[in-house]
């Protein structure tokens, strides 16, 4: 039974057909049915078939794709798993510890886990399409998982907290679609550029402002509104400036 159909599995270029197959036995162990596979399709590889066991359905019916962001084209928010991480004062990798992974069930939207190369994880662009990144608990002399060991390591942590015992209605609220986030951003981007801080903190407080959504769950009327407090605003201070001149 799909425990959580809205939920997406993107595996970005597997090394090893073997991982993707135990990735969709795991898969199935957590009621998630949707796998994506970014790079080379292994879905005919005998280790592959092997060892997804009874979950080959899975795996047969993977979805594959050419790069990240045609596998992202249609997911509503999209969180990627990292073993590497910054600290407070890194904006740009910042990371959710896996417990505090919000629900995927709680939105509307598709949702996207998504998995690096076994050998080098994500590369910095391919995380920076993400809304978030969250980093698996682990010991600091060797953090980094294996493949199906890490993605079994999510859903569990997943199954446990968020499972439902029967199958949950969907809300009334649409949630907001990246188009949405992407352009209420565009117009905090140049919102920033015309306000009297230092250029070299303009970036950082893009970049935050973009983690803070991507961090939260917001509906399309919410970041509708968002949208339009920002523009008024942005009106305010273009107004402000020209009378100034």
């Given at each position: 039974?799909?425990?959580?159909?809205?939920?997406?599995?993107?595996?970005?270029?597997?090394?090893?057909?073997?991982?993707?197959?135990?990735?969709?036995r795991v898969m199935?162990?957590?009621?998630?049915?949707?796998?994506?596979?970014?790079?080379?399709?292994?879905?005919?590889?005998?280790?592959?078939?092997?060892?997804?066991?009874?979950?080959?359905?899975?795996?047969?019916?993977?979805?594959?794709?050419?790069?990240?962001?045609?596998?992202?084209?249609?997911?509503?928010?999209?969180?990627?798993?990292?073993?590497?991480?910054?600290?407070?004062?890194s904006v740009t990798?910042?990371?959710?510890?896996?417990?505090?992974?919000?629900?995927?069930?709680?939105?509307?939207?598709?949702?996207?886990?998504?998995?690096?190369?076994?050998?080098?994880?994500?590369?910095?662009?391919?995380?920076?399409?993400?809304?978030?990144?969250?980093?698996?608990?682990?010991?600091?002399?060797?953090?980094?998982?294996?493949?199906?060991?890490?993605?079994?390591?999510?859903?569990?942590?997943?199954?446990?907290?968020?499972?439902?015992?029967?199958?949950?209605?969907?809300?009334?609220?649409?949630?907001?679609?990246?188009?949405?986030?992407?352009?209420?951003?565009?117009?905090?981007?140049?919102?920033?550029?015309?306000?009297?801080?230092k250029d070299f903190?303009?970036?950082?407080?893009?970049?935050?402002?973009?983690?803070?959504?991507?961090?939260?769950?917001?509906?399309?009327?919410?970041?509708?509104?968002?949208?339009?407090?920002?523009?008024?605003?942005?009106?305010?201070?273009?107004?402000?400036?020209?009378?100034?001149?």
């Amino acid at each position: 039974m799909t425990k959580f159909p809205n939920l997406h599995i993107v595996l970005v270029e597997p090394e090893n057909p073997g991982n993707v197959g135990f990735v969709s036995r795991v898969m199935a162990n957590f009621g998630v049915s949707n796998l994506r596979i970014v790079g080379m399709d292994p879905k005919q590889d005998q280790y592959a078939q092997m060892f997804s066991v009874h979950a080959v359905d899975i795996l047969e019916a993977a979805e594959i794709f050419p790069d990240l962001k045609s596998a992202l084209s249609d997911i509503d928010a999209a969180w990627a798993a990292t073993a590497r991480t910054g600290h407070n004062h890194s904006v740009t990798r910042a990371a959710v510890p896996l417990p505090e992974l919000p629900d995927p069930i709680s939105r509307d939207g598709q949702v996207a886990l998504v998995f690096g190369r076994e050998s080098i994880g994500l590369k910095n662009e391919e995380a920076s399409m993400c809304d978030l990144i969250f980093t698996i608990p682990a010991s600091k002399s060797y953090n980094s998982l294996n493949l199906s060991h890490a993605v079994a390591v999510v859903l569990y942590s997943l199954f446990v907290r968020y499972a439902p015992e029967e199958p949950r209605l969907p809300t009334d609220a649409r949630a907001a679609t990246w188009k949405e986030r992407d352009q209420v951003c565009i117009f905090f981007d140049e919102l920033v550029d015309e306000t009297r801080i230092k250029d070299f903190r303009k970036p950082i407080a893009k970049q935050v402002f973009r983690n803070l959504l991507g961090r939260s769950y917001m509906t399309g009327r919410e970041i509708a509104t968002l949208t339009g407090t920002i523009r008024k605003i942005r009106e305010l201070t273009e107004k402000e400036k020209s009378v100034s001149v």
